[in-house]
């Protein structure tokens, strides 16, 4: 079994997680069961799929919830996207936003690879 709070990209994605909230929390209240509850969801979904994995005891069911933590990020980029594209969230925002997130599935997925090895 692994501590997942010694993973930096861990770390990383529950600092994104607040992130999120934060952008989320200004949108229309007509949101609150769209884009609203959708990017939240993504946005837990990859810490928590990273902390779930690691109390896997094989390194193949470990990778799973990377995959799925991955996934996840990928739906929330999709959901950036569409924010961003009914003007929900500003350029500045997405521009800081997007490349974070890029880096956080880098390292995911760079974790996935190095525990498969």
Not at 107 to 117: P, T, Y
Request: net charge neutral; hydrophobic share 45%; glycine share 2%.
């Amino acid at each position: 079994m692994r501590n997942f709070r010694e993973l930096e990209v861990w770390k990383q994605s529950m600092q994104f997680v607040t992130k999120v909230y934060a952008v989320t929390e200004q949108f229309p209240k007509d949101e609150k069961y769209g884009l609203i509850s959708q990017m939240n969801r993504c946005a837990v979904s990859v810490p928590a799929n990273i902390a779930e994995g690691c109390s896997r005891k094989t390194a193949v069911d470990f990778a799973r919830f990377l995959e799925i933590a991955i996934g996840s990020s990928f739906e929330l980029e999709t959901y950036l996207e569409i924010a961003f594209q009914l003007q929900l969230i500003q350029k500045e925002t997405y521009d800081i936003l997007l490349p974070e997130l890029s880096v956080i599935q880098k390292r995911v997925n760079a974790l996935r690879e190095s525990i498969l090895k």
